[in-house]
């Protein structure tokens, strides 16, 4: 999985590098844990942000965060950090042996949209994946454009689709990679 | 649904009050806005905590949240808050014309637990119902024998199953209000 923080789409429509949030990366990283993914990049340009997670990171990982919750060891051990998403892509290509197929997401329908289910089934049957989650607004048009899938948004019974990326993950991995 | 913070069980196994902490009331209130559910109950016999979440919701309801993002105002709206869980059952009761049948979740695997596709088409037949969460390490083993349903936890293809709660609660409205 790779949380993208630049590009992103600000409120007003701007690009713009969002701030790291301290519960994205808990969240998500259990989330992934529980559905067996191997890494989760988080990437942001900003030197200051990327030592925020560092730390964070280290915190649970090797500090006194490892002693007091093993459990969160376990989890915020998948997370690395990437100043870029080329460089994300990279160190999964190397780690690999090829470049993972990008999955990306929005919460906007689009016509060329891949179904969840339709999805899951190319994914059973093997092969490298990055799920690609943007914060703020969601990552940019010209971002969704070139990656090699757009999933459907998640919808409800309602015409509501505002859900936080860290329950749009979990809701995603669920539906991806549940039994 | 009921987000309890009392009385729920600590890392020792302590019966406590737990904090109110800001992003499972955003979270929370905008899966279950997408889901559609009615209500969004915070439970605390902390004075300054229920203090804590009028302050927040009303922000983001009738305050500058409301104009800076209209559409949290209208996830927050559905929080309500209640000093205890009777209170809140009553509420819902008042509301209903009859008390919900409750619902509650754990994350430990227990022999008299539903399946939530059975939950699931049960809830689809109608009737009102309380979906019940616990915050910290969980709700108490005397408050989960008391429930009407005790929810199968959620598992991944993992045996890894610590999720945060504000994402159990993304995926436990997804598998049973989801299209």
């Given at each position: 999985m790779i949380l993208v923080h630049y590009p992103v789409v600000s409120k007003n429509g701007d690009i713009i590098a969002s701030a790291v949030t301290n519960l994205d990366l808990h969240d998500i990283a259990r989330a992934g844990r529980t559905y067996g993914i191997c890494s989760l990049y988080i990437v942001t340009p900003v030197r200051d942000q990327l030592e925020l997670v560092d730390k964070i990171v280290s915190h649970w990982v090797s500090g006194a965060g490892a002693v007091y919750n093993p459990q969160r060891k376990e989890a915020l051990s998948i997370i690395r950090v990437s100043e870029s998403f080329e460089a994300a892509l990279s160190d999964i290509a190397a780690e690999d042996n090829g470049y993972p197929k990008t999955i990306v997401t929005s919460a906007r329908k689009r016509a060329n949209s891949l179904k969840m289910d339709v999805l899951r089934d190319t994914i059973r049957m093997g092969g490298s994946y990055a799920l690609v989650l943007g914060t703020?607004?969601?990552?940019?048009e010209d971002f969704l454009n070139r990656a090699d899938y757009l999933l459907e948004p998640i919808c409800g019974p309602t015409d509501y689709n505002h859900l936080s990326v860290r329950s749009a993950a979990a809701i995603i991995l669920d539906r991806l990679l549940g039994n």
């Open positions: 703020a607004w969601g990552l940019t």
